[in-house]
């Protein structure tokens, strides 16, 4: 194979892989939250107003989208400055 074709074929897998990144990165955060919601307000419904439990809940969520969010810069390192393409210099 010659070199552009290396090329071509480094960054179709990058944009597939970017995608999956993405993708199921923002599935996962979505089922995530929802199950968070869910699960904090099946277990004691009468605790909804309870600051302590609110605190916890909005604490998880917050990492549950951050973690959706350091998969996006990741996304974004490969999108623009794809390390792998070093390999081909």
């Known amino acids: 194979m010659e ?3 290396f090329l071509a074929l480094i960054q179709a ?18 089922i995530g939250v ?6 904090s307000s099946k277990v004691r419904p009468a605790s909804r107003d309870d600051p302590a439990l ?14 959706f969010i350091i998969g996006v810069g990741l996304a974004m390192l490969f999108a623009f400055g794809n390390p792998l393409l070093a390999v081909i210099k």
Do not use: E
């Open 3 to 5: 070199k552009m074709q």
């Open 13 to 30: 897998y990058t944009g597939v892989g970017i995608g999956l990144m993405i993708g199921l990165g923002a599935a996962g955060a979505c």
């Open 34 to 39: 929802a199950s968070c919601a869910a699960a």
């Open 54 to 67: 609110q605190a916890k809940v909005f604490l998880l969520l917050g990492l549950i989208d951050a973690s």
